[in-house]
């Protein structure tokens, strides 16, 4: 159970336990560029990782760039994304993106947060995950585990995720961000997770966790 320290403390003692555990941070989701990120990561709404890695290759092998997406009948895409829930709705974001991106950018994905939000089925979170792991742009995409363990840290007060994201990003140092959003996720599938959580053998919980989840 966390002692009374202060919370710059706590963050880099938390920061310290991460990269012993996770010094490094491969991204999660397969691909080769911007694009194929960028598609991987609006697929994972709502959708696991690893179900996500199993309906690419057969999707980037159909088409892997925006000029051949465009060019795949709408049904087609979601036959294949079918698995990963939300099919019509991704399809059609996804074939209208990739015509969006050869009109507007040249079949580039642009390398901005508002260009990228203004895209169909790109949120902030998509957005930002693209712009820290396909740019390197500083950002700090929250999901649901990072959302659960700020909470469960005492790090933000879990009212959304637009709040947590800010309290992240005002504790944690700007040039820490794209590692650590990573290291918080795989730390909460591994150690933290939202049921059968044990927090006095989490190894952050133990020491750093909020009175309320012992």
Not at 61 to 68: F, I, L, S, V
Not at 92 to 97: E, F, N, Y
């Amino acid at each position: 159970m966390s002692q009374r320290i202060s919370k710059k403390e706590k963050v880099q003692g938390i920061m310290s336990i991460l990269d012993e555990l996770y010094p490094t941070t491969p991204i999660p989701l397969d691909h080769k560029d911007p694009y194929t990120l960028l598609v991987a990561v609006l697929l994972s709404a709502q959708c696991t990782d690893e179900r996500v890695n199993k309906v690419t290759p057969e999707l980037f092998e159909m088409a892997d760039n925006p000029y051949e997406m465009a060019r795949q009948p709408v049904e087609d895409i979601k036959a294949i994304i079918r698995p990963c829930g939300l099919s019509p709705r991704k399809s059609k974001a996804i074939s209208d993106l990739s015509q969006i991106l050869i009109d507007e950018y040249d079949g580039e994905v642009p390398e901005s947060f508002s260009a990228l939000e203004a895209l169909p089925g790109v949120g902030h979170k998509t957005a930002s995950v693209v712009m820290s792991q396909a740019f390197g742009v500083p950002a700090f995409p929250v999901d649901t585990h990072i959302h659960r363990l700020a909470y469960r840290w005492g790090l933000s007060t879990g009212k959304n995720v637009v709040k947590t994201e800010a309290d992240l990003k005002r504790l944690f140092p700007r040039e820490h961000w794209n590692k650590l959003h990573l290291q918080i996720i795989f730390f909460g599938r591994q150690y933290c997770p939202a049921r059968g959580h044990d927090p006095h053998q989490c190894p952050i919980c133990s020491k750093y966790g909020r009175k309320s989840i012992f």
